[in-house]
């Protein structure tokens, strides 16, 4: 099968555009959107404590091909994340060392794989944030194609191009492209909100308190 690609055209964010992002959890995102738009508990960062934030670029592949994700890196704009539908396939790893440095070269934000890597040690010391569902050291296959810039599914999660990729430690949220200044005005008032409820809690003032719930019925 050949690797396909769909025309895109999405607005482009700037580095500012962006920037209010990095304090936005996906945690925070996830609340505003009714609980929705979060990946599978399975996607989680392969290096603690990395933070992720910038706009997708889609690939779905075949199961444990990544030649498509090869030809994505190539074509992909710097400042950007590859999300990867790779089916949640976790025994063939469809990204590794080489494709890192590949995508470091190409300046790229970071990538999403509902997949397995390999070559943890080695991205760890470079640096480079992604995001997968398991690791394992069996390598991939080429040739059977897959497609880049359509929309999909990633560990649960519909992403179009050009949507916002938000991740850290708890996993990773996407903010459709065009709700990006409704979500993030409502994602600022989440966490004002938190903050004034932990100033209260330091105070003795239990969030149960404070959400009016019921004292508990005595039993027997």
Same mark, same amino acid.
């Given at each position: 099968?050949?690797?396909?690609?769909?025309?895109?055209?999405?607005?482009?964010?700037?580095?500012?555009?962006?920037?209010?992002?990095?304090?936005?959890?996906?945690?925070?995102?996830?609340?505003?959107?009714?609980?929705?738009?979060?990946?599978?508990?399975?996607?989680?960062?392969?290096?603690?404590?990395?933070?992720?934030?910038?706009?997708?670029?889609?690939?779905?592949?075949?199961?444990?091909?990544?030649?498509?994700?090869?030809?994505?890196?190539?074509?992909?704009?710097?400042?950007?994340?590859?999300?990867?539908?790779? &089916? %949640?396939?976790?025994? #063939?790893?469809?990204?590794?060392?080489?494709?890192?440095?590949? @995508?470091?070269?190409? /300046? $790229? *934000?970071?990538?999403?794989?509902?997949?397995?890597?390999?070559?943890?040690?080695?991205?760890?010391?470079?640096?480079?944030?992604?995001?997968?569902?398991?690791?394992?050291?069996?390598?991939?296959?080429?040739?059977?194609?897959?497609?880049?810039?359509?929309?999909?599914?990633?560990?649960?999660?519909?992403?179009?191009?050009?949507?916002?990729?938000?991740?850290?430690?708890?996993?990773?949220?996407?903010?459709?492209?065009?709700?990006?200044?409704?979500?993030?005005?409502?994602?600022?008032?989440?966490? &004002? %909100?938190?903050?004034? #409820?932990?100033?209260?809690?330091?105070?003795?003032?239990?969030? @149960?308190?404070?959400? /009016? $719930? *019921?004292?508990?019925?005595?039993?027997?």
């Amino acid at each position: 099968m050949p690797i396909q690609r769909y025309q895109t055209n999405f607005t482009r964010l700037s580095d500012a555009d962006l920037a209010p992002w990095r304090d936005v959890a996906p945690a925070i995102v996830g609340d505003c959107m009714n609980r929705s738009q979060v990946m599978a508990a399975r996607i989680k960062p392969v290096t603690p404590g990395t933070i992720l934030v910038g706009q997708a670029r889609t690939v779905t592949i075949m199961v444990g091909d990544n030649s498509a994700i090869h030809t994505a890196i190539s074509i992909a704009e710097p400042g950007e994340i590859l999300v990867v539908d790779g &089916r %949640a396939h976790l025994d #063939t790893a469809v990204w590794g060392g080489i494709m890192t440095r590949a @995508a470091m070269q190409r /300046g $790229l *934000a970071g990538i999403v794989l509902d997949g397995a890597v390999r070559d943890v040690a080695e991205i760890r010391e470079l640096g480079f944030p992604v995001f997968c569902a398991g690791v394992v050291p069996a390598g991939p296959s080429k040739g059977f194609g897959g497609v880049i810039d359509g929309t999909i599914a990633c560990a649960d999660c519909p992403v179009s191009p050009g949507d916002i990729v938000v991740g850290d430690d708890d996993g990773v949220a996407i903010v459709p492209l065009a709700r990006r200044d409704e979500l993030l005005a409502a994602s600022l008032d989440k966490i &004002r %909100a938190e903050n004034a #409820t932990n100033a209260q809690t330091a105070e003795g003032i239990m969030p @149960a308190e404070r959400m /009016g $719930l *019921a004292e508990p019925e005595i039993i027997g």
